[in-house]
């Protein structure tokens, strides 16, 4: 066992009350690693609180555990981890002000922001850095942590279909099943059923669909959220849809947020194209081919400004004029 392996395991142990949290606006690795971590930690006969800032999405409620989840943390704590999170600002309010003694992630642009850091970057999901690990933290993978551990690893290889899918997490998913998970329903709720309201919302985003320069991008305004009826204050998935269209270098979304910022979102079709190195201009970070920042101004200007800075990119990592 590494070093680092040692000190986790040992300050896991030690442990009596644990903060788990994760990024704001949760997405299925989040909300999956919190819950397979949670679940673990507590039945190793740990007191554990699990917080979203944001709140548990409603498409997530069919998860065990998910009814621990709170959007705020109270009293103290003897361990603060956070899960699929790349930096201390996308953490939110959560930690309120303290530094995680465990930082456990994927993200290549992760900054190392807790005292102890475990990111792998070549895992899938923080999903599948958990299950190559918690067996030698001393951790069973049960049925229910199962479920939250599948969902992470089917949400951030989109249904298995992203091209740093490997045969280890086809294994581990293969294993989970074999836990008793139930893969098409975990499937099905994450990746394919959506709300009425989400729909609409969709309609309104692809109803705005623009294409030059190598690029698609869609916008979400405030009003289309409100129109719609959609609750959720990120794109739905729509990125999901918009970058299976073909004939572009990335893909764009915008989500105008209510706070004065826009959430932006890439996805990169060109393999040449590293989106995170645009992400990480504007504050974000994320994935060679996924990647995501929140930029402070309004819905045009904004625009404006990441179309210019991907035009640059594009033509910078790839020699297309
Ligand atoms: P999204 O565009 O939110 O679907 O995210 C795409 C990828 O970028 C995911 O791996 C996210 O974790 C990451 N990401 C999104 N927003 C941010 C941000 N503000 N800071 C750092 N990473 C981000
Ligand atoms: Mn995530
Ligand atoms: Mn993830």
Redesign the pocket.
């Given at each position: 066992m590494s070093a680092l392996q040692t000190q986790i395991r040992k300050r896991l142990h030690e442990a009596r009350r644990v903060l788990v949290t994760s990024?704001v606006?949760p997405?299925g690795d989040a909300i999956g690693s919190l819950l397979a971590l949670g679940l673990g930690l507590a039945n190793l006969g740990k007191e554990v609180q699990l917080v979203l800032s944001d709140g548990l999405p409603a498409s997530f409620k069919h998860l065990p555990g998910s009814d621990l989840i709170r959007e705020k943390s109270e009293g103290d704590f003897d361990l603060v981890v956070t899960v699929?999170c790349?930096?201390l600002?996308?953490a939110g309010p959560a930690l309120g002000g303290r530094k995680p003694d465990l930082v456990i992630d994927h993200?290549a642009?992760n900054e190392a922001f807790g005292n102890l850091n475990l990111i792998e970057p070549e895992a899938v999901a923080t999903a599948s850095a958990l299950m190559r690990h918690m067996p030698a933290w001393g951790m069973v993978i049960t049925p229910q942590m199962a479920a939250g551990l599948l969902t992470g690893l089917i949400t951030d290889t989109l249904g298995f279909r992203t091209p740093n899918t490997t045969p280890e997490c086809l294994r581990q998913a293969a294993d989970l099943l074999e836990t008793g998970a139930e893969m098409h329903d975990l499937y099905y709720r994450s990746m394919i059923r959506r709300t009425f309201p989400a729909a609409r919302y969709w309609g309104a985003g692809l109803s705005s669909l623009q294409k030059a320069d190598g690029i698609i991008w869609a916008t979400l305004t405030l009003e289309a959220r409100r129109d719609s009826g959609y609750g959720g204050n990120d794109d739905a998935d729509l990125?999901n849809i918009v970058s299976a269209i073909e004939g572009s270098d990335v893909t764009l979304?915008f989500v105008e947020q209510k706070n004065g910022s826009v959430?932006v979102?890439?996805r990169a079709s060109n393999p040449q194209v590293d989106v995170s190195q645009v992400?990480l201009q504007f504050?974000?970070?994320?994935?060679k081919a996924?990647?995501?920042?929140?930029v402070d101004g309004g819905l045009a200007e904004v625009q404006e400004r990441i179309l210019d800075a991907t035009r640059r990119v594009i033509k910078g990592q790839t020699g297309i004029p």
């Open positions: 990024h606006r997405d699929d790349s930096d600002k996308r993200h642009t990125i979304m959430k979102s890439w992400a504050g974000g970070g994320g994935h996924a990647a995501g920042a929140e």
